[in-house]
């Protein structure tokens, strides 16, 4: 069995590659990455390394790599063979890795009519939904039907924190124990496929919620606060009592959403919280705010962690959640020489004023009172 996995950065090496590897998959990685490509083909072999006190580590064997710019060729007849397609390049690249899938899936029409499943592994509500639609818009009518009838696009969540890398050998990656991939079996073609430690589930959209709102907002709230209050890094900032209070205080806001919207145990979900603080405080790694902060503007859409549970909760509850809001702010102040988003957004900032910049990145009216609310507090 073979498998095209897109991005072959810190989640793709460090969850995607390796339980695909652990799944009987010969994995290919495809990436714009010139030196990590380039080093896949000459090692051929990786490790994933646990951050615990026993640092245990697992081989993934017999991977090659394609570099997309250089040899686009090779990766239209990756797809048109390829048992399973996956993605995680990040919620923004999707559109530009999609003309080379559809040219793929074209080519696959003429030579090969087994099924094939394409999952993006992105932190986004609904990735291989927004992947489909990017392949469909470079298709034809005829093209198109052949793809919806041959091609599954299962949206899935996944749920491994990986820092950034600062091994001896540069495709090793040091990743938290735990994992979780959750992928949608209703959109699946053909047979499900063999992906072990995988959940496939029929309702997904309460797990990529319960992870988006809960994981990725608690790690945001992390980084933005502890970014204004100059700690550098996530477990340093958890670590602070003031700004844990805080964190816990959000999530207090988004889990009374996600309790009302999905029936969640109340007792349950406490304690996948606490877990979850729990993994922010590992010893065993250095996870930078900035990384966690990364492309805030994405962070501040209406649909992501922090703006999509606030405007479910004041519609839910009638009341503007205090919380979620400071967490806002703070995205709102967010600058990291790196991050060419977060350049953009003090530019905007700085330019337009808070509000309209704000109404500006969530498509909420001036009025609205989130809005409102927020720069009422910035
Ligand atoms: N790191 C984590 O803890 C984590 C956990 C869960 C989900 N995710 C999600 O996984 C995705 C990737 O995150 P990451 O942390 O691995 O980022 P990363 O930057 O480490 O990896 C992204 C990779 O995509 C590659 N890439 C960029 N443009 C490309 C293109 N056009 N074609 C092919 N490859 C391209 C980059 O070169 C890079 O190697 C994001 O959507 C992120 O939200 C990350
Ligand atoms: O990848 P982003 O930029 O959407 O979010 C940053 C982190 O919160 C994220 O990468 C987490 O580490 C991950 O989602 C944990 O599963």
């Known amino acids: 069995m073979k498998a095209t996995h897109f991005g072959a950065g810190n989640i793709g090496r460090g969850f995607i590659g390796l339980l695909l590897h652990q799944s009987g998959y010969e994995v290919e990685f495809v990436d714009v990455n010139e030196t990590v490509i380039d080093e896949i083909n000459k090692e051929k072999a990786y490790r994933v390394i646990l951050a615990n006190e026993e640092k245990q580590a697992f081989q993934v064997k017999g991977v090659s790599g394609i570099n997309s710019g250089q040899a686009p060729e090779a990766v239209i007849q990756a797809i048109s063979t390829a048992n399973l397609v996956t993605t995680a390049v990040g919620p923004h690249i999707l559109k530009f890795v999609a003309p080379l899938i559809a040219e793929g899936l074209k080519k696959r029409m003429q030579a090969n009519s087994q099924p094939v499943n394409i999952i993006a592994c992105e932190n986004m509500v609904g990735g291989s939904s927004e992947l489909k639609k990017h392949v469909l818009e470079k298709l034809t009518a005829d093209e198109a039907a052949w793809v919806q009838e041959h091609v599954g696009f299962p949206n899935s969540a996944v749920d491994r924190i990986v820092p950034n890398q600062h091994n001896e050998k540069l495709l090793d990656v040091l990743v938290e124990p735990f994992h979780e991939w959750v992928i949608d079996s209703t959109e699946l073609k053909g047979t499900k496929p063999d992906i072990k430690e995988a959940l496939f589930v029929e309702n997904l959209q309460a797990y990529i919620e319960r992870k988006l709102f809960t994981v990725n907002t608690g790690h945001a709230a992390t980084a933005y606060l502890g970014n204004l209050a100059g700690h550098t890094t996530i477990a340093d900032t958890i670590s602070d009592e003031k700004i844990k209070q805080a964190v816990l205080g959000t999530l207090e806001e988004t ?122 507090l910035y």
């Open 255 to 376: 889990g009374k959403v996600l309790i009302a919207k999905y029936a969640f145990q109340a007792d349950e979900h406490q304690k996948y919280i606490e877990k979850i603080i729990g993994r922010f405080a590992n010893p065993n790694i250095i996870d930078d705010v900035q990384r966690v902060g990364r492309a805030p503007l994405r962070k501040l859409g209406a649909k992501d962690r922090l703006v999509a549970p606030a405007l479910e909760y004041m519609n839910e509850f009638d009341q503007v959640p205090e919380h979620l809001v400071n967490v806002i702010v703070a995205a709102l102040k967010f600058v990291s020489e790196e991050d060419q988003e977060s350049l953009t957004l003090k530019e905007k900032v700085q330019e337009k004023g808070v509000g309209p910049a704000f109404s500006e990145i969530t498509g909420l009216t001036l009025d609205h009172p989130l809005v409102e609310k927020v720069v009422a």
